[in-house]
């Protein structure tokens, strides 16, 4: 059977926290085709499946970490959320084959592990062209050295957080329309 969901559309909902890649309740709920509500509640219904380096809660920090970088909305559904959602590495997806029952879920499952994978392979050949950029450098003289700094610098992720972009308004906002007397 076909995938019913793309490696593509899994990526862009696999988020990076507390150095484990994971991904939100919200997110595998809908891709399961059920509730966050009901998704969470089997969980706890298996709690022992999960320990900690399989799901975690984020904090609030976190959470508005995510907003801002991902856009990730405020609220899920009427009302929104009254709980910090939970986020599952991959070993916790893997566990989540094991208490939902769907076809949907085996067939999502396999989706998402081969997503997981293919993750896994592009940070090992990130790797593997940094090191071969290396042994190049130390093979050159000079001449190439600043074009061996411009690559290091474009392969190296920034550990430092991201200014904010827009400005803020520090003025009370005047409303339009009918004047009060």
Excluded: C, W
């Excluded at 919200?26 to 706890?44: H, I, P, Q, R, S």
């Excluded at 940070?123 to 290091?152: G, P, R, S, T, W």
């Excluded at 200014?163 to 906002?173: D, L, N, P």
Aim: proline share 2%; aromatic share 10%; net charge positive.
């Amino acid at each position: 059977m076909e995938s019913l969901v793309s490696i593509e559309l899994i990526e862009k909902r696999i988020f990076f926290i507390r150095g484990h890649k994971v991904m939100l309740d919200t997110d595998l709920a809908e891709l399961y085709g059920v509730e966050t509500f009901n998704l969470n509640k089997a969980v706890k219904r298996n709690i022992d499946r999960f320990p900690s380096d399989f799901m975690f809660q984020v904090t609030k920090d976190e959470m508005e970490s995510l907003k801002f970088q991902f856009g990730i909305s405020k609220t899920s559904g009427r009302g929104g959320r009254r709980y910090l959602p939970y986020v599952f590495t991959e070993q916790g997806v893997a566990m989540l084959s094991g208490i939902l029952h769907s076809q949907r879920a085996v067939h999502v499952n396999i989706a998402i592990m081969r997503t997981f994978v293919k993750l896994r392979e592009l940070l090992v050949n990130h790797k593997d062209l940094k090191k071969q950029i290396e042994a190049l450098e130390e093979k050159y003289d000079q001449q190439f050295q600043i074009v061996f700094e411009a690559i290091k610098q474009l392969l190296e992720t920034d550990a430092k957080p991201r200014k904010k972009i827009g400005f803020i308004v520090k003025e009370k906002q005047r409303s339009y329309g009918r004047s009060k007397p």
